[in-house]
């Protein structure tokens, strides 16, 4: 056995006997992710004769770390994530920093459903935390008297039917404290204030925060809650699906040059009891886009990001710019409309049957019989647009549009036309 067979065998068993993926909802678990986000190894480069001359136990085993590859798919940067990315940075470390007992400014990112929100804002802050945890003494230590354990970041999924009480026990579910069966919302709050104070906790996120529906008086109050976590001294990082559509910002005065979104003190504030003044709470707007392709600044991002999708592949036949050549890009783009979400699960499941039926490459032809579906999905509310539309898939024989031929090179008889 050669020192890649047994590499790849030592990644294989990590994958089929680790258990199942870490729950970032729970402080281990997010450690875990983050500690361990990037240890994936991903199968080597190989041709088809390369393949052929390995053995039926070498073959099967690089067959299943191709697939674990293309199913592990890296999050790439965009001109999107890495816009959403300098803004996120700076909200953080300029809170970081602040000792003044004021509140701090949150920030919101929006945008459509399967655009990698998620993902994006757990990366960005991941990398952070792994910042400052490289300077050691500067982070918090664990308080006396208290667990010695901190927890720079607390991750939380807005409950589908949020509930101010249900809010709360969802943060202290991260903490794994205690919640006795009884204790009303007063005491839910002050158990959340003590979890945060305690684990040192800098920055609260709360994803899918669009589950929230404004008709509600529950879920008002649940915003009134949230909104009133501010006065705790963490920074509030709300993600959620068209933000601005959903009601969320109906109170809030937006101002378009600073791309800030002011509220009033929540309305509950006596009851909660965490407000000291009458402060006005500020959030950052920040929309993580999809891609668009109407200009030759779009195009060329489109490209660059299908390139590096590209580079992550493990087809044992795929020729040099097997998605940006020719018409591959407009067609790749009409399937997904520019959606990452989208993007990804039409290449991972055009890879597992380009492997499957061996064609070892991505056509249109192949992608033609992949059909997108992401409506099972679980962790997807699709009240709350956390699932996007797909496009519909062009029948053989079906009228396409042309494509865009502003980057083809025509030849130098094309370049002495008309001189």
Request: aromatic content about 6%.
């Amino acid at each position: 056995m050669t020192k890649d067979d047994e590499h790849t065998a030592a990644t294989l068993a990590r994958l089929m006997t680790g258990g199942p993926p870490p729950v970032r909802e729970t402080l281990s678990g997010w450690e875990q992710w983050r500690t361990a986000r990037a240890e994936f190894t991903p199968a080597p480069q190989m041709d088809l004769a390369t393949w052929r001359v390995l053995s039926p136990r070498e073959r099967l085993l690089h067959d299943l770390h191709r697939a674990a590859t293309h199913s592990n798919l890296p999050v790439l940067q965009t001109p999107m994530t890495r816009k959403v990315a300098r803004r996120l940075t700076a909200r953080l470390k300029t809170n970081w920093l602040k000792q003044k007992p004021t509140t701090r400014a949150g920030i919101m990112i929006t945008g459509g459903g399967a655009q990698g929100k998620t993902e994006t804002v757990c990366e960005i802050i991941a990398t952070f935390q792994d910042d400052w945890q490289r300077l050691g003494r500067l982070m918090a230590p664990g308080m006396p008297g208290t667990r010695d354990v901190t927890a720079p970041v607390a991750y939380v999924q807005t409950p589908v039917t949020a509930k101010p009480k249900s809010t709360c026990k969802a943060i202290l579910s991260f903490y794994d404290a205690p919640v006795a069966s009884r204790m009303d919302l007063p005491d839910l709050v002050r158990q959340v204030a003590a979890s945060l104070h305690d684990h040192g906790t800098r920055v609260l996120v709360l994803d899918d925060i669009t589950r929230l529906r404004m008709h509600r008086a529950d879920d008002q109050d649940t915003l009134d809650l949230i909104r009133a976590f501010m006065s705790m001294h963490v920074t509030l990082v709300l993600i959620g699906v068209d933000i601005p559509s959903s009601g969320l910002l109906r109170e809030g005065r937006f101002d378009t040059q600073r791309g800030q979104v002011a509220f009033p003190a929540p309305k509950s504030a006596k009851v909660f009891g965490l407000e000291s003044t009458q402060t006005e709470r500020r959030f950052d707007l920040v929309e993580l886009d999809r891609f668009h392709y109407g200009t030759p600044v779009q195009i060329s991002a489109w490209a660059e990001h299908l390139a590096g999708v590209e580079h992550c592949l493990r087809l044992l036949k795929a020729p040099t710019g097997m998605l940006t050549g020719g018409a591959m890009p407009e067609y790749l783009y009409r399937r997904t409309n520019g959606v990452v979400g989208l993007l990804e699960r039409l290449i991972e499941d055009g890879c597992e049957e380009a492997i499957d039926t061996g064609t070892e490459c991505l056509t249109e032809t192949l992608l033609d019989g992949i059909n997108i579906d992401i409506t099972d999905d679980p962790h997807r509310d699709h009240q709350a647009g956390e699932v996007p539309r797909v496009p519909e898939r062009e029948t053989a024989g079906q009228h396409r549009r042309a494509r865009n031929s502003s980057f083809d090179d025509r030849g130098p008889a094309a370049a002495d036309t008309g001189s």
